[in-house]
């Protein structure tokens, strides 16, 4: 069965440092990957998509992820971290031919000053 | 553009009470997810509905019916509430196959 995994349930990092979130996936075809970023009482926001092309994708608020076949990952980074990144950060993979995603667990990073 | 409305915000109930959580969006997607959040878990979901007049089981429907009223709304409906169903809902739509899901900003629901 198709699945993804955020092996980090939680991540601090200071102010101003990069920031990486590990997501894996376990998915027989070409994947379609997603990041969604959830803050406190909201609902999720998509950071960035990954369908085929580029392996490096480009989202919002200068997020990035990679994907990487051989090692079944979409890693989403960011270079320089700020206070508004501290939030909740879902991966999300399509798992069948209607288009319905499965979340992994979420990965909540505190930034501190 | 509202995008996914949800309602209500907020709710409590008591054991066995019922109740209905709405959603209605405006962006013309065929397709509308019911999903649960609890903490360490994710997302799961509950129901969903890839067209107007079509419903489906996700991950955890049990204690849960719903109804796709129209292209625009798909309702969540808890019979018997229990305890056990205590979380902050998401409806979400979307387009296409490959299109991301739009989410509404959640019901938090408890049920004592």
């Known amino acids: 069965a198709q699945s993804v995994t955020q092996p980090d349930i939680h991540i601090t990092v200071s102010e101003g440092a990069s920031l990486e979130l590990r997501c894996n996936y376990s998915?027989?075809?070409?994947?379609?990957l997603f990041w969604y970023v959830q803050s406190p009482g909201q609902g999720l926001q998509l950071l960035l998509k990954?369908?085929?092309?580029?392996?490096l994708v480009q989202g919002i608020k200068g997020f990035e992820a990679e994907f990487k076949r051989s090692q079944s990952s979409f890693n989403l980074r960011k270079p320089s971290v700020h206070w508004s990144d501290a939030a909740e950060y879902f991966c999300?993979?399509?798992?069948?031919?209607?288009?319905?995603?499965?979340f992994g667990a979420g990965t909540q990073v505190v930034v501190t000053p | 553009n509202a995008g996914v409305t949800q309602t209500p915000k907020f709710q409590v109930l008591k054991t066995g009470q019922s109740m209905t959580l709405q959603c209605a969006q405006d962006?013309?997607?065929?397709?509308m997810y019911w999903y649960r959040q609890d903490p360490g878990m994710g997302l799961r979901l509950i129901y969903y509905?890839?067209?107007?007049?079509?419903?489906d089981k996700g991950e955890v429907p049990n204690g849960y019916n719903v109804s796709r009223l129209n292209k625009r709304e798909f309702s969540l409906r808890l019979e018997s509430a229990a305890p056990s169903q205590t979380s902050v809902y998401f409806c979400?739509?979307?387009?296409?196959?490959?299109?991301?899901?739009?989410f509404g900003n959640g019901t938090r629901l408890t049920v004592t």
């Open positions: 979400a739509s979307k387009g296409g196959y490959n299109s991301p899901l739009h």
């Open positions: 998915y027989g075809a070409t994947p379609y």
């Open positions: 990954y369908f085929s092309g580029d392996t």
């Open positions: 999300a993979v399509v798992i069948d031919s209607w288009g319905k995603l499965q």
């Open positions: 962006m013309n997607h065929n397709s």
């Open positions: 509905s890839a067209s107007e007049g079509t419903t």
